[in-house]
């Protein structure tokens, strides 16, 4: 038991984060009849009684997913919860409940802990979910943020990736990129303050996007705004990873083709000039910065009369059968361009 | 932002692992209609539709709970569902579902993740759970493996730590100390490794304090034992710290007091001449080493004579009133010695 084995080693890389969830629990078949949807969306769907429930977990780790040289602590408590609430209203489920596991060096005074609980409690009471469960353990290094997020739905009425038929719009919440361009000042700043702890950061004109990326909102809004519509989306999916690794989500599940229209991508008029500031390019931003936690589905060509002249959705494109797959329609030429999953992928950034 | 404050630092480990969480979620007050039990048990009591639902998340970090010079991948995960399972156990519920969270540095190859995934499968397949959900992401450095359990329970039917009355009696389940002097055969075993590769463990005859420590089980069979003995426990945790803390548990939530008689402690041959061959009191094994993932939990008096001759069940002890507290009666004097939670500590254990 105590010998080594020199087994083959594959570069965890070599897969991508999707890729290799994909890969460990692929042919797991599931057996409880109370499970009706489990790995690969963005909760899994249980049946209990006469409801449902919907849960998910996401881990934040530090040096991977945030640096504390300039995520304060409390924002990251915020931020953590609201990575998950999100996966939950892009079930179109209501959160209820959180559950946190904390796994931090013996680095970290307990005021640390205090002040990451601080963001909690404040993203709690701001959604009106109860924590109601706690893990607290120490690691022999970093901090490590597990939260575990449940919510309710009607029997029936949850909105899976899968479900997106050919002609169907494709509709995105809010405006994209922000939280990137966020991070590449909270990034230029940092720099700066490492040469010189003298430096006072420059923040000023960059508001927007700085909240973007440190308080981001989870869009459990979005729910009634469609009910109130009369709109039932075909699919969905929360925008963690990127605009375009999202697509590929619903066209993988959905085993369709989508094109998305680059001029039609939203994008707020700070994200903009700080792309240009920065010489990005700002679709490349809201295809693959990630971190935005707006919400992105397809709707029946039908519902269009109803979402046209909302101000907080715009229709980005549409879907089509799968053998044409999923493009980027460009602006001026229209082009088409393959959208590739080069989503924010944890373990790929940090090779 | 970027400015480092000075703040007032204080070691977790004055606090303690439940002293922390406690602190930490102290006046954290629930809303919502749907949470029946919050922070403080061995799993949450949510109310879903006409259901009701138990879950429970614990975190298992290298060097803190495992150390990979001993532990196998495979039995890694599954130890890691079991002790989650043993919670919803715990809790008189059906574990039913689980997501399974693991952060993990750059140095581990795709095989160590399968490796893990295999006792994950296995665990789901031996207790008839489904993974439903999965996170995969990067850390830093070590490997943290954090599960999310769910379980079913009848409306109303879930035991909690609070409950046991006066003139109660304890009970346990299985034997104890075992899981813990299993740890220490592979502590010596891999010190023996570390001086002299070319030593073979001498792991022969420890068979089954051994599979205490790699192998746990999580007694998913008591609900239906206890059940068919017509016996509702009056309060109920799992025994993850040790006997002593998980007593100092129900006694403190219930508000009673609790003797244990040291000579009633089940304890198994092996964990008996281990111990002697260690020079450990076996009494304080079973009281601080923690791991054993048995059952504790109080009944009416009414029930001793349905229990008093189940091979699998143990009488240690009763219930007091509160004023008294919380002693062990030691054998032969008979003299009262106080119970203090030295259950192991993840964080004192890493001073």
Redesign the interface.
Known sequence: ??EEKN?????????G?VG??K???DA?P???P??V???GDD??V?E??????V?????L?????FNL??V?LKHLGYKAVVVNLSDIASMNAVP??I???I??S?R????A??EI?QGI?LA?QHY???????????????L?L?I?A?G?VE?GKFIARKGAKEGDLLVVTGDLGGAYMGLQILER??AV?LANPQMQ?E?EGYEYILQRQLKPEARTDVRTALEQLEIVPTSMVDISDGLASEVLHLSDQSQVGIRVYEDKIPLDPQTLSTAEEFNLNPTVCALSGGEDYELLFTISPSDYQKIKNHPDFTVIGHVVEKQQGSHLVLSGSGELSPLTAQGWD??LN??
């Open positions: 038991m105590l087994p083959q080693r594959t570069a965890i890389s070599t897969l984060e290799l969830i890969h460990l629990t797991l599931t057996i409880q109370s499970t949807l489990g790995v909760a899994a249980l209990v009684g006469t409801g449902q429930m849960v998910s977990t996401d881990t780790a530090e040096g991977v997913h040289g300039y304060p209820s409940q559950l946190v596991s796994a931090v013996n970290f005074p307990v005021e802990l205090e609980y409690r709690c009106g979910v109860d924590l109601v469960g706690g893990d607290t353990t120490s690691s022999t290094s970093g490590i597990t575990t449940i309710a029997k700043e940092h303050y950061p923040m944890a373990f940090r090779e």
